[in-house]
């Protein structure tokens, strides 16, 4: 008998938190322990199967932060606490931890690029001794984009929190721009021994890491996330390859000097 | 060491084989092909010698018979979903040492890529063998010799049609059904030793050609209907396809179906970012994995150079010609 690897294991939805109008983020019942960074294919029978990191993960439970873009995820913010969804994984390497052991670590996270890193941010709230120092740097489209605002604001208690949006709305104080124009802030003195790990759209990853390696941070100390059209998540689809990369089974987190070559 | 068997003594070898096998191979229909009074040469259950049709290419390869173009994965019913039955019988499939060694392009990528084996590839392929048999001729846009892939091994039987005869060379277990004839003449396979066409694959390829306007010659051209994926006997990319049926939505199933990167589509994720939006790049694309990047990590050549995507591009893209034209672009550039 051969193991299917594209066979689903319901998991029921625990609670469903909803963190913008189109992003939700659903609580799943599963015995899944993903790494921080990996990402699982759910989907929902009849209507479709999709890639989505895991935004936290912990024993019993993962969430996954979703938003309402297409058919399958238009289906998704239909159900309810207690319905089922189907999920298969982990798939994919994560970002390589203990290469941030005891180091000033930066993450730098554009719209839903925040999702793969939350949980490595949370883990990181519990365990703060693991590096030496963290500064978050969040972008977003509009003050009205912005996820996971709770955890924010805890975050802001342990670690050095940058958060500002391209275009301000009536009410937001904070930062107006666009992620690239406060990497300076972020990075601070003493830089070329920090860690980054950047996650965002396309550009933004480009530009962003443009801008830390212009601030004299090395390129091998930088690490990005990918996103792709994974169709199946174990290498065999085809939709995610680069030259000879495969994003599922070698990213979707990647060192910055192995994602330079990566050229679509 | 071979049989030479006449074509009705074959015949008995194929009905004594059809005791264990389905004999699956390249068919002629009639009138079915795409212009009109032009024959389909596709693949197809065979019964006997007679429907083998080995004057003439297949449209298709046989990676259809292990890798069908729509697959169902899961049915699904309410909440509950079960794999397909699925026993397949054990089959015979005959075809080309070009579509032969695309098979081990296949098995590469479906049972050796990544950590997980394909259960759904495994199951018919190690359920199939494969009778090659030699081309009297090389056909039009054929360039195997110069992929190298125009001889082979590993196959569980090969066969040269000589006129009335037929030289045989089953592989150990597939000789007791020749049993009654003499296995008694000291002589080899013979495959075809030469195209019409002939390519020279250029070494040193690398992301600094993608920049090329090279290129942009196939932006122009391309329309981008993914013929020639849908024809080539290695592309392996598909699609996860979740469908309700019509006259019950609780019921449904999960498919996989081919996918072609040159076809819109390819890269889209939700929230609307993709890539290669042009054809030119979807072209490049296809190419660098074809003669460059499949090799970089599998040690061979994708491409097996039986040029079906010439036969069926409807803009009259030239593969073989690409690859030429993209020799001299890098003899000059370096």
Known sequence: MITNPYLPQPAEIISITKETTTDYTFRLKTDIQPDFGQFVEVSIPKVGEAPISVSNAQPGWIELTIRRVGHLTNELHELKPGDLLFIRGPYGKGFPKEQYRDKSLIIAAGGTGLAPVRNLINYYYQHPGEVRQLSLLMGFKTPEDILFKEDIEKWRSKFQVLLTVDKESPGWSGHVGLITNFVKDAVGENSSASRVIIVGPPLMMKFTSQEFIKYNIPEENIWLSFERKMCCGIGKCGHCRINDTYVCLEGPVFPYITAKNLLD | ?334
């Open chain 2, 1 to 334: 060491m071979a049989y030479i068997l006449t074509h009705a003594e074959f015949d008995t070898v194929l009905q004594r084989l059809k005791q264990d096998y389905i004999l699956i191979g390249p068919v002629r229909k009639k009138n079915k092909g795409k212009f009109s009074d032009a024959d389909l040469i596709t693949y197809g259950q065979i019964e006997s010698l007679s429907d083998l049709e080995t004057n003439g290419k297949s449209q298709f390869s046989a990676k259809e018979t292990i890798f069908p173009p729509s697959q169902t994965l899961f049915y699904f019913t309410e909440d509950e979903y079960r794999e397909p039955k699925f026993e397949p019988q054990k089959r015979i499939v005959f075809l080309r040492a070009c579509d032969f060694n695309a098979i081990k392009r296949l098995d590469l990528l479906f049972l050796e890529n990544g950590q997980f084996v394909d259960a759904y590839y495994k199951r018919l392929r190690e359920k199939t063998h494969f009778f090659v048999f030699g081309c009297e001729k090389s056909y039009e846009n054929c360039f195997c010799v110069s992929t190298g892939t125009n001889q082979c091994e590993g196959y569980d039987a090969f066969l040269n049609f000589k006129g009335e005869k037929i030289n045989l060379f089953p592989s150990e277990p597939f000789k007791r059904y020749f049993a009654g004839y003499e296995e008694n003449e000291d002589i080899l396979p013979q495959f075809i030793e030469r195209n019409h066409i002939q390519v020279d694959i250029p070494e040193g390829l690398s992301t600094k050609i993608y920049d090329h306007p090279y290129w942009d010659q196939y932006g122009k051209r391309c329309i981008g209907c993914g013929r020639c994926n849908f024809s080539c006997p290695t592309c392996t990319c598909f699609t996860m396809q979740d469908i309700f049926y019509r006259d019950n939505k609780n019921a449904g199933e999960r498919r996989r179906v081919w996918a072609s990167c040159q076809v819109d589509g390819f890269t889209d994720m939700a929230g609307g970012h993709s890539y290669r939006k042009q054809q030119g790049e979807r072209m490049r694309f296809k190419v660098m994995h074809k003669i460059h990047d499949f090799a970089k990590r599998f040690n061979m050549h994708m491409c097996v150079g039986c040029g079906r995507c010439d036969d069926v591009c409807p803009e009259y893209i030239s593969f073989s010609q690409c690859i030429s034209g993209l020799k001299g672009v890098v003899a000059h550039d370096n």
